[in-house]
């Protein structure tokens, strides 16, 4: 159990030690040859709040309680002034229970649900866009050397993708500095776990960029606007309607950011252009990722 109150804030980074998040496998490679390599674990977990059960998860299963707290407040089903009275997790059962002291009841809410373009089937739930319609993104600013600072560091710390592939990446960061590493099978779960973590430990989104290794979809701007953050990153492309709920809100939203290059389609104004280019490595061979050579 976890009572849920402020606490000192831990730096999290992806454990690329833990036992429990890889399996090695062996196979075949091109030329017949048996190779042995290591693949993202994948299993479910089931999430309620109160007494009723909400979804269930495909999730490699590390911080499940972020994750629980962060798929509530990004699905509109739990507020950030509400008080959670604790979170429960059982790693036999692979069950996490949100405890809250009021009374809950989402039955008309969870009929009306969409399935996401987030891979590892992402959920969303009737009504997120009125949700984010009356959002004000604080204002900040996005200083380009923060951004190369940020991508640069990103890209050269230990991660389960360059271990094993198949996972992607979401980062918390306040100007060039990664706060919050989380990686999963899926991009919303990623995302989730660090909404949790700033719930969990009173971190203000104002001044912070968020970070991801994938597509800039509408699913993510929605995220990233409930998280109350006003800068989204991407490494990956963007789809029409991402951008186009990131202009209604004023979030401002880069994409195929790799080396020197990046592209602005939403909120550009809080670019402040102070890097000179000269001085920016493009990206090493060794740390590409997932997107490089296209959207995904």
Known sequence: MMKIDKTPVPLIVPDTDDPRLTQSVTGTDQT??????????????TLYLNSQEIVTMMTIGDYPEYLALGYLLNQNMLKYNDAVTEVEYDDDLQVV????????????????????SGCAQGTAFGDLLEAVE???LPKAELRTSWLYQMTQTINTMPSLYLEAGAIHGCVLCKEGAPLCYTEDVGRHNAVDKIAGWMYRHGVEPGDKILYTT?????????KTIRMGIPILVSRSGFTAWGVDLARQVGLTLIGRTRGKRFIALAGEDRIVYDQNLAYVEEESAKHKRKGEGGDD
Do not use: C, D, Y
């Open 214 to 222: 994938g597509r800039l979809t509408s699913e993510m701007v929605i």
């Open 32 to 45: 017949g040859a048996r190779v042995k390599i290591k693949v993202p674990m994948e299993r479910p977990l």
């Open 134 to 136: 009356s959002v004000a």
């Open 97 to 116: 229970v949100v405890r809250t002291s009021h009374h809950t009841n989402f039955e008309a809410k969870l009929k009306k649900r969409t399935q996401t």
